[in-house]
């Protein structure tokens, strides 16, 4: 029986939405950009010279770039021996859930809700609530804010005063960052999910506790971090894949994102190279017609929203290597998937995503190009490939 490996790259767009200037993202193009960056020299911290991502470039990915965007991509010549193709995204998001539930076959049907770039952001009835369930007379931040710079503005506050710090982006989600020792972790975590129904029904996509350790000047957030993300709005691939009977795998934050609907089993790691563990234990036990579905968000968790080109392509230069190892795993019959959920170019102001194209790179099912295809192609095409019905607007490029 086929299995199948789904496998996001978190943030790693390759430019060319049609929409991107609604979202304040013409031109933005992460995998593009990053390439240009380190051709020229600029990219050279703990890695150097023009990127080289072989494997991920054999089955295609410097073709998907130039389809889906017209860009140049330096170091990314090579001839696509896999099917590839440029994914474009139609839900009013440019973020995780978002991105992920649309290539699991479902596009949000709804606006979120984001909190206006004003100081306060939030309504006094919200915050009147987190004070409630805190135990507190206030909360700190109460703005929008890049999650590093907001603990270093209020954690020495946070800790004098106990007050949790709470913060927005241009993403919808309420953010609550606390101290693991001195606010609690239990209690913040607890905190997050008290809050997180009414949030959820205000149409705020996710919760999410941001729990730090450390001295004043020297704070550090922690691999603690838990999201309490609304649940999606139909069934998606995994759903369809464990109703059919199928065990379905998820790796890193996959449970989060879809709310722990259609998991068979979790599989989280402190950090991405954790996880590609994961998904080599995988590639050699997974069950005959199972589905696996990793996410790694290190990409965009530590490199896109902190601007970090260097850093980001020496992420994508480790992580080739690794795809080209667990590509001589797969077994005949197997397909392997890889893809992204939104961009997050690191040349592009500001510190957010960014609303692009993603690649379609599909090993194990022979050569050649899919062109531009829609997000929930994907969940139809790994549904027809394990021979399960699938539901929604998709159509397979198999
Ligand atoms: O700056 P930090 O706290 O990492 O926040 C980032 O992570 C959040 C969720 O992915 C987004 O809101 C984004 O802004
Ligand atoms: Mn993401
Ligand atoms: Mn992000």
Redesign the pocket.
């Known amino acids: 029986m086929s299995r199948a490996f789904l496998v996001v790259m978190d943030s790693v767009g390759i430019g060319g939405a049609p929409d991107a200037a609604d979202f304040g993202d013409a031109g933005a193009n992460t995998l593009a950009h990053i390439a240009a960056e380190c051709a020229a020299g600029r990219a050279e911290v703990g890695r150097s010279g023009p990127l080289r991502l072989p494997h991920l470039d054999g089955l295609g990915l410097g073709a998907a770039c130039r389809l889906a965007s017209g860009a140049e991509v330096p170091g990314l010549t090579a001839a696509p021996s896999g099917r590839w193709g440029a994914a474009t995204e139609v839900s009013r998001g440019k ?2 859930p978002s991105g992920h539930w649309e290539l699991a076959g479902v596009p949000v049907p709804w606006d979120w809700t984001y909190f206006p770039d004003t100081q306060p952001a939030f309504p006094e009835a919200l915050v009147a609530e987190v004070c409630r369930l805190a135990g507190t007379a206030g909360i700190l931040g109460n703005c929008h ?6 603990i270093e503005r209020h954690g020495a506050e946070h800790l004098r005063s106990g007050w949790p710090i709470c ?5 919808s ?1 309420f ?1 609550i ?1 606390a101290h693991e020792e001195s606010f609690g972790l239990d209690r913040l975590i607890a905190l997050c999910a008290a809050l997180a129904p009414s949030l959820h029904a205000m149409k705020v996509g ?1 919760v ?1 506790a ?1 729990p730090f350790t450390g001295q004043v000047g020297a704070f550090q ?1 922690t691999a603690n971090r838990r ?1 309490f993300a609304i649940a999606p709005p139909a069934p998606t691939l995994l759903d369809w894949a464990a109703s059919a009977g199928r065990m379905t795998h998820a790796i890193g934050k996959i449970g989060d994102i879809f709310s722990h609907r259609g998991i068979g089993r979790l599989h989280k790691g402190k950090d991405d190279l954790a996880l590609f563990d994961h998904l080599d234990r995988l590639v050699a036990e997974a069950e005959p017609g199972s589905l696996t579905f990793a996410n790694f ?1 290190e990409f ?2 530590l490199y896109g ?2 601007r970090d080109v260097a850093g980001y392509a020496r992420a994508l230069e480790v992580f080739d290597s690794r795809v080209g190892t667990f590509l001589t795993r797969l077994r005949p019959g197997d397909l392997a998937l890889f893809t992204a959920d939104h961009g997050n170019d690191p040349t592009f102001r500001g ?3 960014t609303r692009e194209r993603v690649p379609v790179l599909a090993a194990g099912v022979g050569a050649g190009e899919i062109g531009l295809c829609a997000f929930t192609d994907m969940a139809a095409s790994v549904a027809a490939h394990l021979g399960i019905p699938a539901q929604g607007p998709g159509r397979s490029f198999l």
């Not at 804010?145 to 907001?150: K, L, R």
């Not at 913060?167 to 993403?171: G, L, N």
């Open positions: 973020d995780t804010a890049s999650g590093i710079p907001i913060y927005t982006s241009a993403d989600v953010q960052a996710r999410i941001r957030r999201d968000v965009d968790s929203h902190r510190t957010e995503h």
